[in-house]
């Protein structure tokens, strides 16, 4: 029971997260001095980062708790969750996008990197919001 609790309250911390990230997206920066549009950027990265962290391992909770697969590392879980159903084959892709785009925000900053993962926070919303709805909407 306690890893049950402990994977609903996950999902209302990751939901809460998706809906931050999702309101930061929806901001017109051009409207803005470009000294605050690039904060704004900077902060929908940051958002991103945390999220696409929690979404690996809220899945990770899933796959332990639903399934009983204990996987360690953020790969593994989205290979586990292809193989389950959580997502189809091009949901797996677009998982491991997601994760590769954090990592490569973790441990490099190239201006031209930064600027093609923020041109892909739309499509990395849409991955979370359908695993969400997947992972906490299932009994």
């Known amino acids: 029971m306690e890893r049950a609790a402990r994977l609903d309250r996950k999902c209302a911390i990751f939901s809460e997260a998706l809906r931050g990230f999702e309101t930061s997206l929806a901001i017109d ?9 690039d904060a704004i950027r900077n902060g929908r990265i940051q958002k991103f980062e945390y999220c696409a962290e929690l979404c690996w391992k809220l ?3 899933f796959l332990l708790v639903r399934r009983g697969i204990d996987t360690p590392a953020p790969k593994s879980v989205a290979k586990e969750s292809f193989q389950v ?3 189809d084959e091009r949901g797996y892709e677009a998982f491991v996008a997601m994760i590769d785009d954090r990592n490569a925000l973790s441990h490099l900053y190239l201006p031209a990197e930064f600027n093609r993962i923020h041109s892909a926070l739309e499509a990395h919303l849409a991955t979370m919001k359908q695993i969400c709805e ?4 299932a009994e």
Do not use: L, N
Request: charge should be negative; glycine fraction near 10%.
């Open 29 to 37: 920066t051009t409207a803005f001095d470009p000294v605050v549009a």
């Open 85 to 87: 159903g959580i997502v």
């Open 59 to 61: 899945v990770k909770e």
């Open 134 to 137: 997947y992972v906490c909407g």
